[in-house]
T-cell receptor, first 117, second 109 residues
Framework: DTGVSQDPRHKITKRGQNVTFRCDPI?????LYWYRQTLGQGPEFLTY????????KSRLLSDRFSAERPKGSFSTLEIQRTEQGDSAMYLC???????????????FGSGTQLSVL | RKEVEQDPGPFNVPEGATVAFNCTYS??????FFWYRQDCRKEPKLLMS???SGNEDGRFTAQLNRASQYISLLIRDSKLSDSATYLC??????????FGPGTSLSVIP
């Protein structure tokens, strides 16, 4: 499978615990995005990377959230001291950003569904 | 104000109907525009890009009005398989990709 893969598909945790999600993008893609989606809402931007550089992190995101893409390939999203409000689908997307074009097609993984009890 | 706003919906239309979705964006320097489709419990997938001159792909027509910061999607001859949530997407001047809240469409037999 050469698409975007996310692991795990589902995560149930207790409030206060730390969780980490992994995203493996399409291999030649240089951009990687993290979004959060709750029922009835569109994907909410969290952060994105160009290769290993984190270009922006949403101002709505608390310090409990951190993301890395250490070698410019896979990425991890960690949530520390989880709260019930963190329950959502966490989506990862990758794209090939070319300098000569503003067009950018995002390919999404199937997401990680987080439930905080 | 949200960066991307859409008709709240839901839209319930009979098969064969024409339906239009509207979207507005706040950053006048935004670069690129798209419509994505998301089926229930699935990930979003690109439906079509939106070009300044307007563009068509089969039954789907997208329009962009930069002066009004407005994007539209028209679906003609609706099919049952068109039932989904349609997401307006904007690539901002800061080069990040922002999704609107989505508009739900149900096509009824």
């Amino acid at each position: 499978d050469t698409g975007v893969s996310q692991d795990p598909r589902h995560k149930i945790t207790k409030r206060g615990q730390n969780v980490t999600f992994r995203c493996d993008p399409i291999s030649e893609h240089n951009r990687l995005y993290w979004y959060r989606q709750t029922l009835g809402q569109g994907p909410e931007f969290l952060t994105y990377f160009q290769n290993e550089a984190q270009l922006e992190k949403s101002r709505l995101l608390s310090d409990r959230f951190s993301a890395e893409r250490p070698k410019g390939s896979f990425s991890t999203l960690e949530i520390q001291r989880t709260e019930q409000g963190d329950s959502a689908m966490y989506l990862c997307a990758s794209s090939l950003r070319r300098s000569f074009s503003t067009n950018e097609k995002l390919f999404f993984g199937s997401g990680t569904q987080l439930s905080v009890l | 104000r949200k960066e991307v706003e859409q008709d709240p919906g839901p839209f319930n239309v009979p098969e064969g109907a024409t339906v239009a979705f509207n979207c507005t964006y706040s950053n006048s320097a935004s670069q690129s525009f798209f419509w994505y489709r998301q089926d229930c419990r699935k990930e979003p997938k690109l439906l079509m890009s939106v070009y300044s001159s307007g563009n068509e792909d089969g039954r789907f027509t997208a329009q962009l009005n930069r002066a009004s910061q407005y994007i539209s999607l028209l679906i003609r001859d609706s099919k049952l398989s068109d039932s989904a949530t349609y997401l307006c997407v904007v690539k901002t001047s800061y080069d990040k990709v922002i999704f609107g809240p989505g508009t739900s469409l149900s096509v009824i037999p």
